[in-house]
């Protein structure tokens, strides 16, 4: 069984910062790549960035720039740093873990809502 749990959520006035972390543990048979989502009331689960165990990222083309993923793989662990953030960023922020059979494993989510 492989549990990730989210961290760093929260309240944060627009033009703000956060800085989420997610740390994988149990019975993880190799990653292959983390991610960061979210999904906003009403809206779909979008992707936000990316990145393999090898240290290659991917994002949104709406996020470049703001949003910043890192990884630690000696702690299985994962971050997202949001900068400038704005009111449409609020949403619920999921960490996705992406094991080496591909098959993949999602946080229960943290909660970021930014006030205008």
């Known amino acids: 069984q492989v549990q990730l749990v989210e961290s760093g959520g929260g309240l944060v006035q627009a033009g703000g910062s956060l800085r989420l972390s997610c740390a994988a543990s149990?019975?993880?048979?190799?990653?292959?790549?983390m991610g960061w989502y979210r999904q906003a009331p009403g809206k779909q689960r979008e992707m936000i960035a990316t990145?393999?165990?090898?240290?290659?990222?991917n994002y949104a083309d709406s996020e470049k720039g703001r949003f910043t993923i890192s990884g630690d793989n000696a702690k299985n662990t994962v971050y997202l740093q949001m900068n400038n953030l704005k009111p449409e960023d609020t949403a619920v922020y999921y960490c996705?873990?992406?094991?080496?059979?591909?098959?993949?494993?999602w946080g229960r989510g943290t909660q970021v809502t930014v006030s205008s």
């Open positions: 149990g019975s993880i048979f190799g990653i292959n790549a």
């Open positions: 990145i393999t165990s090898g240290g290659n990222t």
């Open positions: 996705r873990l992406l094991d080496r059979r591909g098959v993949p494993y």
